[in-house]
């Protein structure tokens, strides 16, 4: 059965949510992330997406403490990303209480590098970050388009040991429209070995549904739980 993650995007230690990574399309939904990571944990969820969009734009993380913070008072596993550039954030992240990190632009950017990552950290440990409009992969917060198609990005690491994708479909993203259940049905049957996680555009049940149906690993729930069009608890039939 599909996994469902819930996400918390931090800017300035509050719970924020962006519309297709758009920093002027913010909207303040808490100013306790902890809170709301217990609330998620309070329904049976076991899994957290952190993203430190303060560290995103700063390209080192600013949000440690925030992410100490959930990891000390709940047993989310939790997934940070934001600011992940060296192996410096990559140790205070997993010292901060990160369970895994993902590597998002630079993956894009640095292949080598990320691959060093997958060797020393191990495949369980760094999720690649696939965002992506209309099949190619977007790079620099979303703001550019790449000429790297989706497909080829993720084969790339698929041959040198990434297990785990977390693919972001930044034309949906925030928009509470659904999300690209065709592209990851796609991906699944294409690239069986690896394990996708889909994300942007989660809006109703029925779309968690349609993507357990396509063979997704897991599902990314963010402005839809804060939105109230998901009720957290009608996610208790996904919880095993």
Request: proline share 2%; glycine share 10%.
């Amino acid at each position: 059965m599909i996994q469902i993650i819930p996400a918390i995007d931090i800017i300035n230690g509050q719970c924020v949510r962006l519309t297709e990574g758009d920093f002027a399309q913010q909207k303040t939904y808490a100013s306790n992330p902890v809170e709301v990571a217990k609330q998620f944990e309070g329904v049976g969820l076991t899994r957290l997406h952190l993203v430190d969009l303060d560290g995103a734009r700063a390209k080192e993380p600013k949000n440690l403490a925030v992410l100490e913070a959930i990891a000390t008072q709940t047993n989310l596993t939790i997934d940070f990303g934001g600011g992940i550039q060296n192996d410096i954030a990559i140790q205070q992240a997993f010292n901060a209480g990160a369970h895994q990190i993902t590597a998002g632009s630079i993956a894009v950017r640095e292949p080598g590098k990320v691959q060093e990552w997958l060797v020393k950290y191990g495949a369980e440990k760094i999720i690649i970050g696939a965002d992506f409009r209309d099949n190619y992969i977007a790079i620099n917060a979303w703001a550019d388009q790449s000429t790297v198609l989706l497909t080829d990005f993720i084969d790339q690491y698929v041959t040198v040991g990434a297990k785990t994708f977390i693919c972001t479909d930044v034309s949906k993203d925030g928009k509470l429209q659904g999300p690209a259940t065709a592209t990851y049905a796609e991906l699944v049957r294409s690239t069986p070995r690896a394990a996708f996680i889909a994300s942007g555009g989660v809006t109703t049940i029925q779309d968690l549904e349609e993507l357990d149906a396509g063979g997704v690993t897991a599902a990314i729930i963010g402005k839809a739980i804060y939105e109230g069009t998901i009720a957290l608890a009608d996610l208790n039939r996904f919880v095993c």
